[in-house]
């Protein structure tokens, strides 16, 4: 067990050296979290207008939902409870081509609760992204393919327009119960975002052009990743950014395109200069 801890710290460490200076944080549960983000008190806002019900219920029910597991949506029991869920209903909703959109309708209430947990980054003028995106000029159209909840998408669009900056976001994803909060979210914030539902029928919607293009935690999520690459890289500016996630995964559950090689080899073919290994790329 200590090994196996060390291991996952040492991991951990890893990735935060990696994206130290961009502007990202890992999406991932921020199990050193200190208190709650900005998006868990929209969702607590967001939840009460869906249900009609005070702010003080939402923030009951939500906290009646963290105390079910010790350590809440952050402990192993809730890590657990996920993963034996997946494995249940497996028999009804599994990852083949033909099921993994109804999986995912399936399973959104229990990933919402999972990215509620992950942390927001804190944006700077001196990142990696933000100083890219101020060479484009003072508009700026974002696009977040695979969004979850788009923490590393919105907190930047809100950041650029605070600095000034005309800034428009497109989210894309199986529509579940985020779109949603995601939509909104927008309203809210005085934001203008478009949600893209990705179905069955049209697993890619039709993009708008865009000066950035989130693709986090998605590839290795999707059976033939090469396609949706073309339909990005067809609508990303010259001179625009990729961010993304395009080394090796570990193979399990809805990680269906795990080895990303094939991938990583058409980035390069078409010319974009890597900037941070894996992660970041900017089309030429």
Same mark, same amino acid.
């Given at each position: 067990?200590?090994?196996?801890?060390?291991?996952?710290? #040492?991991? $951990?460490?890893?990735?935060?050296?990696? @994206?130290?200076?961009? %502007?990202?944080?890992? =999406?991932?549960? !921020?199990?050193?979290?200190?208190?709650?983000?900005?998006?868990?008190?929209?969702?607590?806002?967001?939840?009460?207008?869906?249900?009609?019900?005070?702010?003080?219920?939402?923030?009951?029910?939500?906290?009646?939902?963290?105390?079910?597991?010790?350590?809440?949506?952050?402990?192993?029991?809730?890590?657990?409870?996920?993963?034996?869920?997946?494995?249940?209903?497996?028999?009804?909703?599994?990852?083949?081509?033909?099921?993994?959109?109804?999986?995912?309708?399936?399973?959104?209430?229990?990933?919402?609760?999972?990215?509620?947990?992950?942390?927001?980054?804190?944006? #700077?003028? $001196?990142?990696?992204?933000?100083?890219? @995106?101020?060479?484009? %000029?003072?508009?700026? =159209?974002?696009? !977040?393919?695979?969004?979850?909840?788009?923490?590393?998408?919105?907190?930047?669009?809100?950041?650029?327009?605070?600095?000034?900056?005309?800034?428009?976001?497109?989210?894309?994803?199986?529509?579940?119960?985020?779109?949603?909060?995601?939509?909104?979210?927008?309203?809210?914030?005085?934001?203008?975002?478009?949600?893209?539902?990705?179905?069955?029928?049209?697993?890619?919607?039709?993009?708008?052009?865009?000066?950035?293009?989130?693709?986090?935690?998605?590839?290795?999520?999707?059976?033939?990743?090469?396609?949706?690459?073309?339909?990005?890289?067809?609508?990303?500016?010259?001179?625009?950014?990729?961010?993304?996630?395009?080394?090796?995964?570990?193979?399990?559950?809805?990680?269906?395109?795990?080895?990303?090689?094939?991938?990583?080899?058409?980035?390069?073919?078409?010319?974009?200069?890597?900037?941070?290994?894996?992660?970041?790329?900017?089309?030429?």
């Amino acid at each position: 067990m200590r090994n196996r801890l060390k291991l996952l710290l #040492s991991r $951990s460490a890893r990735k935060a050296e990696v @994206l130290r200076g961009t %502007g990202l944080v890992a =999406s991932a549960p !921020d199990r050193h979290a200190s208190g709650m983000t900005r998006t868990q008190e929209m969702f607590l806002q967001w939840n009460a207008d869906r249900l009609g019900i005070s702010l003080e219920d939402s923030e009951q029910r939500y906290a009646a939902s963290w105390a079910v597991f010790p350590g809440g949506h952050l402990g192993r029991a809730f890590d657990k409870f996920n993963g034996e869920t997946h494995s249940l209903f497996r028999v009804f909703f599994d990852d083949t081509p033909a099921e993994v959109f109804e999986t995912y309708r399936f399973l959104g209430p229990l990933h919402f609760l999972t990215f509620l947990t992950y942390p927001e980054p804190n944006w #700077s003028t $001196s990142d990696l992204i933000v100083q890219q @995106l101020q060479q484009r %000029g003072s508009r700026v =159209s974002i696009m !977040d393919f695979g969004c979850g909840l788009a923490h590393q998408s919105r907190t930047l669009t809100a950041f650029l327009r605070d600095q000034g900056f005309q800034v428009t976001l497109t989210l894309a994803d199986v529509e579940t119960l985020r779109a949603d909060f995601l939509t909104w979210w927008g309203k809210k914030t005085g934001i203008p975002t478009t949600f893209l539902p990705c179905t069955e029928s049209t697993p890619i919607p039709s993009l708008p052009e865009f000066d950035i293009c989130f693709t986090t935690e998605f590839f290795e999520h999707v059976h033939d990743p090469l396609p949706y690459f073309e339909h990005i890289d067809n609508k990303l500016a010259h001179g625009g950014l990729l961010v993304t996630g395009v080394m090796d995964h570990h193979a399990g559950f809805l990680h269906v395109s795990p080895q990303l090689q094939m991938l990583r080899r058409e980035i390069h073919s078409r010319g974009y200069t890597e900037l941070v290994s894996n992660r970041i790329f900017r089309k030429v």
